[in-house]
Antibody, heavy 116, light 108 residues
Framework: EVQLVESGGGLVQPGRSLKLSCLAS????????MNWIRQAPGKGLEWVAS????????YYADTVKGRFTISRDNAKNTLYLQMTSLRSEDTALYYC?????????WGQGTLVTVSS | DIQMTQSPASLSASLGETVTIECLAS??????LAWYQQKPGKSPQLLIY???SLNDGVPSRFSGSGSGTQYSLKINSLQSEDVSIYFC??????????FGGGTKLELK
């Protein structure tokens, strides 16, 4: 069974940093591109970042480019999102999702709240 | 970036009714379109990929169609468990991937 489990969310002050993790199981992690997608409270879905299976290709939404860094450790079956210079508008539930003909598998999400 | 315009934003329908949700892309996405269902408090679930392919385990009352810039999701014989928010998403070529604004489906 495919499982994606996010962690690392929490309350953080504006301008500070936070690192999210997504532990994958039930599939060969190194074969799939992975993504971070977020959802602000009561709002729609916003794609944040993508990384290819071997980390050769990395993409970011304009809203996070230069502040967030996506990475992965295929030996640990783990996806990461390093977030710096956090803003109030980054407050959201952050999901990791596996790439294949759309986002076929999602984690349960980890909540990031940016507030003083 | 490709923009996705989804309509309507909200929809109220009766049990057994057929409902249709539309999604318009700002340019041709060559059927690289997915539909998701999100129930309250849950993660989104993939319903349809490549515009008209039903994901495993999705009831056959759901169907997708369209091409070019215009796509639709149809739900036949609406059930109570279909009350959700539905999102379209384009995955043409390379990121940025973009979602429609969502359609909130309620029972009348």
């Amino acid at each position: 069974e495919v499982q994606l489990v996010e962690s690392g969310g929490g309350l953080v002050q504006p301008g500070r940093s936070l690192k999210l993790s997504c532990l994958a199981s039930g599939f060969t992690f190194s074969n799939y591109g992975m993504n971070w997608i977020r959802q602000a409270p009561g709002k729609g879905l916003e794609w944040v970042a993508s990384i290819s299976s071997s980390s050769s290709y990395i993409y970011y939404a304009d809203t996070v480019k230069g502040r967030f860094t996506i990475s992965r450790d295929n030996a640990k079956n783990t996806l990461y999102l390093q977030m710096t210079s956090l803003r109030s508008e980054d407050t959201a539930l952050y999901y990791c999702a596996r790439q294949s003909l759309g986002f076929a598998y999602w984690g349960q999400g980890t909540l990031v709240t940016v507030s003083s | 970036d490709i923009q996705m315009t989804q309509s309507p934003a909200s929809l109220s329908a009766s049990l057994g009714e057929t409902v249709t949700i539309e999604c318009l892309a700002s340019e041709d996405i060559y059927s690289n379109l997915a539909w998701y269902q999100q129930k309250p408090g849950k993660s989104p679930q993939l319903l349809i990929y490549y515009a008209n392919s039903l994901n495993d385990g999705v009831p056959s009352r759901f169907s997708g169609s369209g091409s070019g810039t215009q796509y639709s999701l149809k739900i036949n014989s609406l059930q109570s468990e279909d009350v959700s928010i539905y999102f379209c998403q384009q995955n043409y070529d390379s990121p940025p991937w973009t979602f429609g604004g969502g359609t909130k489906l309620e029972l009348k």
